[in-house]
């Protein structure tokens, strides 16, 4: 399968833990997305990367929220000391930046849930 | 004004029917439009795009109105498989993607 994957598929932690989830974008795509998406919303922008450089973050990203793309391939996604409001589906897309068009597409997500 | 607004639905239609959504964006100055297909606990996949006035393929049809301000989409001859949430994306010229809330269609035997 040559598609975005992303690990875990689930997380089941307790409030105050710090979790960590990674991305593994298509291999030719130069861009990579974050995004939040919770119940009966659309998802919503978290911060993407341009290789391997952090290129830009939402107001929606707490400090406790942390990027990165050490190498320009895989990404992570940690959340440090979760709280219950960051229970939602975090889902990662990797696209390939052309002068005439960007096409995003996602991984399965990972569902965290906060208890 | 949100940056893109959707009919959350639910939309129901029998199998056959012809059903259209509608999606708002607020920034004038966008250049690319994009209609993604999400079924129940899955992400989402591209359906189509839209970068003039308009797409067709096959069954689907999209259209954007750019004086208006609005993308649509039409499903022409509606199958029990068509059932999703439909979600209308928009990046603005920072290279956010802001996604509606997605309108969800049922088709019904």
């Known amino acids: 399968d040559t598609g975005v994957s992303q690990d875990p598929r689930h997380k089941i932690t307790k409030r105050g833990q710090n979790v960590t989830f990674r991305c593994d974008p298509i291999?030719?795509?130069?861009?990579l997305y974050w995004y939040r998406q919770t119940l009966g919303q659309g998802p919503e922008f978290l911060t993407y990367?341009?290789?391997?450089?952090?290129?830009?973050k939402s107001r929606l990203l707490s400090d406790r929220f942390s990027a990165e793309r050490p190498k320009g391939s895989f990404s992570t996604l940690e959340i440090q000391r979760t709280e219950q409001g960051d229970s939602a589906m975090y889902l990662c897309?990797?696209?390939?930046?052309?002068?005439?068009?960007?096409?995003?597409?996602f991984g399965p997500g990972t569902r965290l849930l906060v208890l | 004004r949100k940056e893109v607004e959707q009919d959350p639905g639910p939309f129901n239609v029998p199998e056959g029917a012809t059903v259209a959504f509608n999606c708002t964006y607020s920034?004038?100055?966008?250049?690319?439009f994009f209609w993604y297909r999400q079924d129940c606990r899955k992400e989402p996949k591209l359906l189509m795009s839209?970068?003039?006035s308009g797409n067709e393929d096959g069954r689907f049809t999209a259209q954007l109105n750019r004086a208006s301000q609005y993308i649509s989409l039409l499903i022409r001859d509606s199958k029990l498989s068509d059932s999703a949430t439909y979600l209308c994306v928009i990046p603005n010229t920072g290279n956010q993607f802001y996604f509606g809330t997605g309108t969800s269609l049922t088709v019904i035997p």
């Open positions: 839209v970068y003039s």
């Open positions: 990367f341009q290789n391997e450089a952090q290129l830009e």
């Open positions: 897309a990797s696209s390939f930046m052309s002068r005439l068009q960007e096409t995003q597409y």
């Open positions: 920034n004038s100055a966008s250049q690319s």
């Open positions: 291999s030719e795509h130069n861009r």
